[in-house]
């Protein structure tokens, strides 16, 4: 089944303690991106990778994150995670960087930062 | 800045009965996708429907159906015969070829039986 993954589904921790959400997709998409949904936002970009090893900065890049070593693999790394990181984080690929393509959606991580 | 707006927050609907969602966007690009996606409560995104910039007719998919002005930047969403299961937050968002996409803060409907 085609899916995009990620990892953890749900994740309290405290202020300052590095953690890694996964990202995973079987589609053999070139383009990977993360965003985090907030309420009365939407959506909003944090990173996003058009190729492995081609990563640029979103919206909303301060305090994350990213690698892209292998096609399928796009991980949100939080070096020093902060309160104002608590949030929904979404991970989203598609074939191609064109405005054509549909992104498909992980099932979201639930991050609280206490 | 580039933007889009969903000026409601919430709407409701009788089971049955056609309920129209809106959006407006701004891009300074002339070439660019326009999507509706679904929220239901357990998270997962949901493509609903795409409208590409360039084509006039309104993109229609099953019970979905969009109302796309380009030159007034609006593009709202009708959803006929409403189920309950419709009932989720949809987000409207475009994609240019810039790689710029944005998303509007969602209208949360609710379908009454």
């Known amino acids: 089944e085609a899916q995009v993954t990620q990892n953890p589904r749900y994740l309290i921790t405290v202020t300052g303690k590095k953690l890694t959400v996964t990202c995973s997709q079987n589609m053999n998409h070139e383009y990977m991106s993360w965003y985090r949904q907030d309420p009365g936002l939407g959506l909003r970009q944090i990173y996003y990778s058009m190729n492995v090893e081609v990563t640029d900065k979103g919206d909303v890049p301060e305090g994350y994150k990213v690698s892209r070593k292998e096609k399928r693999n796009f991980p949100l790394i939080l070096e020093s995670p902060s309160p104002n990181q608590t949030s929904l984080y979404f991970c989203?690929?598609?074939?191609?960087?064109?405005?054509?393509?549909?992104?498909?959606f992980g099932p979201g991580t639930r991050l609280l930062v206490l | 800045a580039q933007t889009v707006t969903q000026s409601q927050p919430e709407m409701s609907v009788q089971e049955a009965e056609t309920v129209t969602l809106s959006c407006t966007y701004d891009?300074?690009?002339?070439?660019?996708?326009l999507f509706w996606y679904k929220q239901p409560p357990s998270r997962q995104m949901i493509l609903v429907i795409r409208?590409?910039?360039?084509?006039?007719q309104n993109a229609t998919e099953n019970r979905f159906s969009v109302n796309f002005q380009k030159a007034a930047k609006s593009f709202s969403l009708k959803i006929s015969d409403s189920q309950l299961g419709d009932a989720a937050m949809y987000f409207c968002?475009?994609?240019?070829?810039?790689?710029?996409?944005?998303f509007g803060a969602g209208t949360r409907l609710t379908v009454k039986p």
């Open positions: 989203a690929s598609s074939l191609s960087w064109g405005n054509q393509e549909t992104q498909y």
């Open positions: 968002a475009y994609r240019t070829n810039n790689n710029d996409m944005r």
């Open positions: 891009t300074s690009e002339s070439d660019y996708y």
């Open positions: 409208q590409e910039a360039y084509k006039q």
